[in-house]
């Protein structure tokens, strides 16, 4: 029978975390022949699959690699690790006291962001998160806590294993009360969560401006009402010179302001008729 080695590890054990947020503990060992790897969660055996991967890696001789990964990782899965290593020469144990706080916080599954419906009578602004903890959300615009009414709505609903869509929507959206800074915290007994929005009205470059006021229109237009006591050809003169008024406004190129003063020139003439 060939010379044979019982295990030996060369170095002390490592835990580290992985960009998909799994976590791996890895001992380092000598051993011949190959052995028999083995992992506890405290006094539990665990078995292979789900959330537990484990592999046994040769680095070349009689050197090996034995790894754990857990995925999903959540603050209970703190607590004593062992790695058993065991063949015909031998036995060893590799122990890990893993700590952990904060990995069950919320983290977000899809970034908050800001869109409308019904062509922007309804602003919502959404996001989803997951959490392994139920976690609760609170809207808030400043300091002030929003509650629902009848322009406000707040949704929140479970989408998914421990996924959660949360919402605020917005009827008939004004500058003047909405404009600012927008926050929901989704907080668990691990930790929180913040998704941020700023909401702004601005008018698009390009886009039809006013470039009068619409009351200054209506002093023309409440002027235009008190010609009831001229005559009737006076009257007629009026009503002509404001048709020519119209024809005019049709050609203009801001839309906006032409499309205001056709109506309320329009309504003049209609006004004018009636006093006949």
């Known amino acids: 029978m060939p010379e044979g080695k019982a295990p030996h590890f060369p170095q002390q054990p490592v835990a580290r975390q992985n960009d998909d947020g799994s976590l791996e503990l890895e001992c380092f060992l000598e051993a011949s022949p190959q ?4 992992w506890f969660y405290d006094t539990t ?14 680095k070349g001789g009689d050197n090996y690699s034995a790894v754990l990964q857990i995925k999903e990782l959540a603050d209970s899965d703190a607590g004593a690790y062992r790695c058993a ?34 062509h922007g009578r309804v602003m919502i602004m959404e996001f989803k998160a997951k959490s392994i903890l139920k976690p609760q959300f ?23 294993n421990n996924e959660y869509y949360s919402a605020l929507e917005i009827l008939e959206p ?17 930790g929180k969560l913040t998704a941020t929005f700023s909401v702004k009205f601005e008018v698009p470059q390009g886009a039809p401006t006013f470039t009068r006021k619409p009351q200054i229109l209506q002093k023309l237009l409440n002027r235009v009402i008190l010609l009831s006591s001229l005559t009737l050809a006076s009257k007629q003169k ?23 003063i056709f109506l309320l020139t329009v309504e003049a003439v ?7």
Do not use: M
């Open 85 to 118: 290593i065991v063949n015909p020469y031998g036995k060893g144990n590799a122990n890990f006291n893993l700590k952990l706080t904060g990995f069950s916080s919320p983290t977000f599954i899809e970034k908050p962001q800001i869109s409308s419906r019904e």
């Open 174 to 190: 004004k500058k003047e009360k909405d404009a600012g800074q927008f926050v929901c915290t989704a907080k668990n007994e691990s």
């Open 238 to 260: 009026i009503i002509q010179k404001l048709h020519g008024l119209i024809q005019k406004i049709k050609k203009s190129r801001n839309q906006a302001v032409s499309s205001l």
């Open 270 to 276: 209609h006004t004018l008729h009636n006093l006949n």
């Open 35 to 38: 052995p028999e790897i083995k």
């Open 45 to 58: 055996q665990l078995s292979q699959g789900g959330r537990f991967n484990f592999r046994l890696d040769n």
């Open 138 to 160: 609170v809207w808030q615009k400043g300091d002030e806590i929003i509650a629902e009414s009848d322009r406000i709505k707040i949704v929140l609903r479970e989408v998914g």
